[in-house]
């Protein structure tokens, strides 16, 4: 276990009213504990009780990270594909006393299977969201954390680098996908943060886009989308580039899309709010023009998930935090004609911010 998280997470829980925290295999059990294990058909379910030490309901085969982890050994419900997990969850709420027990859980992680099984052997058992008690304390990120994302990010820059003059007329969104994910994983990623995002001509107008076997054509936007996990820390990065000459609205859509993301990363600092930060972005778009083609937040936060607290969006006034870490990526897209989108991974510091990425912001044509 992490023990000076785990101090920290006991001090919220206790803050937010809850009797402890179930933790299921994700990122939130990693972060706490240091266990990599995985959803599945055999259920795992961390415990961590406000005033107790550490439990776990974890299969036999697996009992072997919670040992590692420093969890006592009469607090290990563990259980083996024979006997079934019912004897496990029945132990621990027992031993853990859970029943009329305020427990929070993870809103978005824990499933039907945990949450019921939890509810038979605890009779009396309230639950509340985890999600305030856990990002209160994820959302600020230590040394080591930003570390790995630096790393990510170099590996990730480094690698568009490489296949970006490879970029030709005629080769399709999924074979330039294969080309990117190939680099990446030769230049030394852990994995893929996710599916590269590969997008051009009107397909570029849709954010989340999937790559097609459209081939990239002369007068095309083409927008890049990638990251990488690096000791279990992601990049994502958005660059869109020119397929030769383009006519002048893409262009200038291009031209108001690099400047609301300047003009974003330059309003981070302490004690502004990612609404704040999200209204500048927007005013830019606006002014020039294009507001309603921009209908999506400005950022998220990055941590050991992609996406997570905090946004950069227009309902979210919670003031930014030095080590913060999250993506401005201002975009504009033109349905049937291409978008634009930059997007950058930004640190929030004690006296103003720190743009992580390097790639250049400048209309480069490929092809």
Not at 142 to 153: F, G
Request: aromatic share 6%; hydrophobic share 40%; net charge negative.
């Amino acid at each position: 276990m992490n023990s000076e998280r785990l101090q920290r997470l006991t001090q919220q829980i206790a803050a937010h009213g809850l009797d402890g925290l179930a933790l299921v295999p994700g990122p939130n059990l990693f972060y706490v504990s240091g266990i990599h294990t995985h959803m599945s058909e055999r259920p795992v379910v961390l415990f961590l009780p406000a005033d107790d030490d550490p439990a776990i309901i974890i299969p036999t085969l697996e009992a072997m990270k919670a040992q590692d982890a420093g969890i006592p050994a009469e607090r290990i419900f563990d259980w083996n594909d024979a006997e079934g997990y019912h004897g496990a969850f029945q132990q621990a709420c027992a031993h853990l006393e859970l029943a009329d027990y305020m427990l929070g859980v993870e809103a978005l992680h824990m499933r039907v299977l945990e949450m019921q099984l939890l509810q038979r052997y605890a009779p009396g058992l309230q639950i509340a969201h985890a999600e305030p008690a856990l990002s209160a304390l994820r959302s600020v990120k230590d040394a080591a954390e930003i570390a790995a994302m630096e790393k990510a990010i170099a590996i990730a820059e480094k690698s568009l680098g490489r296949i970006v003059p490879r970029i030709k007329v005629g080769l399709s969104e999924r074979q330039i996908a294969a080309m990117l994910t190939q680099e990446l994983l030769a230049s030394g990623a852990d994995s893929i943060a996710f599916g590269p995002i590969v997008s051009s001509g009107p397909n570029s107008a849709s954010p989340h886009a999937v790559p097609t076997n459209r081939t990239i054509r002369p007068g095309d936007l083409l927008v890049i989308d990638w990251g990488v996990y690096v000791d279990d820390y992601p990049s994502d990065i958005t660059r869109t580039f020119a397929v030769g000459p383009i006519d002048d609205e893409l262009r200038r859509i291009y031209e108001v899309v690099k400047m609301a993301n300047e003009e974003a990363r330059k309003a981070v600092r302490p004690g502004v709010s990612g609404q704040e930060i999200d209204r500048v972005a927007r005013e830019v778009i606006e002014d020039a023009g294009y507001g309603e083609y921009f209908f999506h937040r400005t950022g998220h936060g990055l941590g050991l998930e992609v996406h997570e607290t905090p946004d950069m969006s227009q309902v979210n006034d919670a003031p930014i935090a030095p080590g913060n870490v999250f993506t401005i990526e201002p975009g504009i897209y033109l349905t049937g004609h291409g978008g634009v989108r930059i997007e950058d991974n930004v640190l929030a510091t004690a006296d103003g911010s720190r743009t992580m990425t390097s790639y250049s912001r400048e209309l480069i044509t490929v092809g």
